[in-house]
T-cell receptor
Framework: RKEVEQDPGPFNVPEGATVAFNCTYS??????FFWYRQDCRKEPKLLMS???SGNEDGRFTAQLNRASQYISLLIRDSKLSDSATYLC???????????FGTGTSLTVIP | ETGVTQSPTHLIKTRGQQVTLRCSSQ?????VSWYQQALGQGPQFIFQ???????GRGNFPPRFSGLQFPNYSSELNVNALELDDSALYLC???????????FGPGTRLTVL
């Protein structure tokens, strides 16, 4: 079983829509969780860390559900510039290995 | 504050050769991780260096090796290159182990 699993999509949504991505992880002892975005042929860029209490940054909300072992990312009022691949990242229990999902592709359509 | 830098940007090698990739970590960061990203896949963790010691390793063979220097810059060495080693190699630095990682632009390696 993979450490981290994501639905690869693609998700094609109109501007202004709300879209949500989920990511499941296999190790219940994992401690740190992150969302990154990656544009085509570029490096991943940190979008936000995911905290147990959930956190929000503008139009983006991240949630962690430890009981069901998944993290989620909600994007409200989608913009054309949100088109990218979104990667979830889970740290190993020991904190010394990072596992990336395969990424979810999002295209926001005018 | 200088971000993470990597060199070279692109590299073409032939099967069986050896390659060294370089990474300069962001100022104030003592931890460097290396990743391999094949087309259409998420980055795969190769290993992590913390204060000049290997701190964790993914499922990669021993021909993938690394170093971290006192200034926390790092090298990734790959021996006996195979065609499947063709990928984008990403370096990421963080303030400490387990913290948010910041990526460099990557080195695109092509093995012919």
């Amino acid at each position: 079983r993979k450490e981290v699993e994501q639905d690869p999509g693609p998700f094609n949504v109109p501007e202004g829509a709300t879209v949500a991505f989920n990511c499941t992880y296999s190790n219940s002892a994992s401690q740190s969780f992150f969302w990154y975005r990656q544009d085509c042929r570029k490096e991943p860029k940190l979008l936000m860390s995911v905290y147990s209490s959930g956190n929000e940054d503008g139009r983006f909300t991240a949630q962690l559900n430890r009981a069901s072992q998944y993290i989620s990312l909600l994007i409200r009022d989608s913009k054309l510039s949100d088109s990218a691949t979104y990667l979830c990242v889970v740290n190993s229990a020991a904190g010394n290995q990072f596992y990336f999902g395969t990424g979810t592709s999002l295209t926001v359509i005018p | 504050e200088t971000g993470v830098t990597q060199s070279p940007t692109h590299l073409i090698k032939t099967r069986g050769q050896q390659v060294t990739l370089r990474c300069s970590s962001q100022s104030g960061h003592n931890t460097v991780s290396w990743y391999q990203q094949a087309l259409g896949q998420g980055p795969q963790f190769i290993f992590q260096y913390y204060r000049e010691e290997e701190n964790g390793r993914g499922n990669f063979p021993p021909r993938f090796s690394g170093l971290q220097f006192p200034n926390y810059s790092s090298e990734l060495n790959v021996n006996a290159l195979e065609l499947d080693d063709s990928a984008l190699y990403l370096c990421a630095s963080s303030r400490d182990r387990g913290n948010e990682q910041f990526f460099g632009p990557g080195t695109r390696l092509t093995v012919l």
